[in-house]
Each structure stands twice: as structure tokens, then as C-alpha cells.
């Protein structure tokens, strides 16, 4: 996330204008090696089955994260994860259709590239939610490559303000 970084610490000398077109432009840059990214998709996935509170065989779906719009690396990331770890049959695109159909899971395992602020992730836990109520049984597993503590915070508050279990593994924090 280096070139965020960069962005941040020049950020007040741009307009809004230049910002948007630019973090627009940053959605479709590739930031990781392949060899970098299939080591950090295997790891989040070994991290996740070494836990005790999870099992694949309950009843488990893995989503990324929902947009109102657009493909970015995220999509490049979480397509990544599922074929590497031989997901393709716990993996769903479009969960909420699903859900409206008032199937229950145990867990859903949302996996993300980045999460700066952690908005991303608590709408897409937010849209389960208001699709189908059994969501709030469910517990939910937040993966990502990156994520700063700020999203950890805010999701971990969301997840208090809405007494629902949520778990999050970080490769970088």
C-alpha cells in the first residue's frame, strides 16, 4: 500500500476532482506479484482453517465484498482465493439472492484485498443483514491481505452495536 501512502501524504495538494480520478485509476492497478498474491491468499485460507471456531463442512459461504459498482482488484483477489484453495464450491458472487431466498449459514467468510477504514466490510455485512435476519446468527469471518486499525475499530464496533460475531484475519496490520 505504498502508493497510498504516497497519495495520503500529498493529498492536501490536490482538488477533490484529481483525487477521485485518481483513486479510480488506483481500483485497476495491479499492486502485488502473482507470487505474492498466491502466498497471501493460501495464508489467509491456512490461517482461517487453524481456527477452532471454524469448519468448512457448517454450512460455510465465502463472498467479497459488496460494491454499488464497478470491478476492481478486490474482484481479481477474491477470485484468486477461491481457486487456489479449491473453493469453488463454497464460493458465491452474489450471495444476496441467496439470502432472499432465506437460505441460513453458519459462517460467511467475507475476503477483501485492503481495508482502510473498514466502510466496505460493514456494508457488505450490513446488506446480509437487511436481506435476510438468520444473518444474525451467522458468524462472520473478515479476511484480508491488508488492514489498517481503523477498520478493525469500526468493524469491531459495528459488530458490538449489532450483537453479531465477527472475526477478522489481517496478514498486515
Known sequence: M???RIFKLFSFLISS??????LELL???????NRK????????YSQLCELQNFNLENATVFIPTYKEYGVGFSDLFFNMFWTLNDLYDYSEKDIYSLLVEDK???????????????GTVKRT?????EK?????????????????????ERINRF?????????IIALKI
Open 159 to 167: 459488530a458490538d452495536e449489532n450483537n453479531i460475531s465477527v472475526e
Open 132 to 152: 435476510n435476519s438468520n444473518c444474525n446468527q451467522t458468524h462472520f469471518f473478515v479476511l484480508a491481505s491488508e488492514m489498517s486499525n481503523t477498520a478493525i
Open 104 to 118: 441460513s449459514f453458519e459462517a460467511i467468510v467475507i475476503v477483501d484485498d485492503y481495508s482502510g477504514t473498514g
Open 27 to 33: 481500483k485497476h492497478f495491479q499492486y502485488y506479484t
Open 37 to 44: 498474491l498466491n502466498n497471501c491468499v493460501r495464508e489467509l
Open 2 to 4: 505504498f502508493l497510498l
Open 125 to 129: 455485512i450490513r446488506k446480509c443483514l
Open 17 to 22: 476532482e484529481e483525487r477521485d480520478v485518481i
